[in-house]
């Protein structure tokens, strides 16, 4: 069974800081590319970050400088590290893994990341 199954959302101040982490598991982890999306109340899904299975990554505009996506091909595991939270980050995160060979799209169940004082 295909798995993908997020956690580390919670409540934050601004300024701070959260890792998300995602446990893959019934995919060939290391042929799939990585990523984390999000989407707040009322926007739509938007790319946060990704990795290649081969290392490369792409990160949006507004997160540059302050979010690291890492990947463990050995634990099929890959974390999102936010630093300098801003509220406007608020949303439900979500991993998503797209196989290299057959584009076979997998998606979890979100995580909520809340930065509010």
């Known amino acids: 069974q295909v798995q993908l199954v997020e956690s580390g959302g919670g409540l934050v101040q601004p300024g701070g800081s959260l890792r998300l982490s995602c446990a893959a598991s019934?995919?060939?982890?290391?042929?799939?590319?990585m990523g984390w999306h999000r989407q707040a109340p009322g926007k739509e899904r938007e790319l946060v970050a990704r990795?290649?299975?081969?290392?490369?990554?792409n990160y949006l505009d507004s997160v540059k400088g302050r979010f690291t996506i890492s990947r463990d091909n050995a634990k099929n595991t890959v974390s999102l590290q936010m630093n300098s939270l801003k509220p406007e980050d608020t949303a439900v995160y979500y991993c998503?893994?797209?196989?290299?060979?057959?584009?076979?799209?997998?998606w979890g169940q979100g995580t909520l990341v809340t930065v509010s004082s």
């Open positions: 990795m290649s299975s081969g290392g490369s990554t």
């Open positions: 019934g995919i060939i982890f290391n042929i799939n590319v």
């Open positions: 998503n893994a797209v196989n290299d060979l057959t584009g076979l799209e997998v």
